[in-house]
């Protein structure tokens, strides 16, 4: 099994800045993509950033500029660094792994979420 956990949601005000992370654990041999995804109330579930192996990186055009990912592969871990966050960034984060299982299967992992709140 392999689980996602992540951390660094919070309120801050409009200008301000906010760090996510996200851990996998479990039997994992390697991760391939690595995503951050965000929902906010009545709105589809919508691509924030992404992140390959190689380290390429894709952005949402609402968030380019002013959101950073990155990855440590030592920690299995994505960052998601959050400059200049405006209420519409206001949801709940997910963060999205395509891992390879030790067992040499891929899966797709998703984490609980985490609520980013910004106030104007």
């Known amino acids: 099994q392999v689980q996602l956990v992540e951390s660094g949601g919070g309120l801050v005000q409009a200008g301000g800045s906010l760090r996510l992370s996200c851990a996998a654990s479990?039997?994992?041999?390697?991760?391939?993509?690595m995503g951050w995804y965000r929902q906010a109330p009545g709105k589809q579930r919508e691509l924030v950033a992404t992140i390959t192996s190689g380290g390429n990186t894709n952005y949402g055009d609402s968030v380019k500029g002013r959101f950073t990912i990155s990855r440590d592969n030592t920690r299995n871990t994505a960052y998601l660094q959050m400059n200049s966050l405006k209420p519409e960034d206001t949801a709940v984060y997910y963060c999205?792994?395509?891992?390879?299982?030790?067992?040499?299967?891929?899966?797709?992992?998703w984490g609980q979420g985490t609520q980013v709140t910004v106030s104007s």
């Open positions: 479990g039997s994992i041999f390697s991760i391939e993509g």
């Open positions: 999205n792994f395509e891992v390879q299982l030790s067992s040499g299967s891929f899966n797709r992992r």
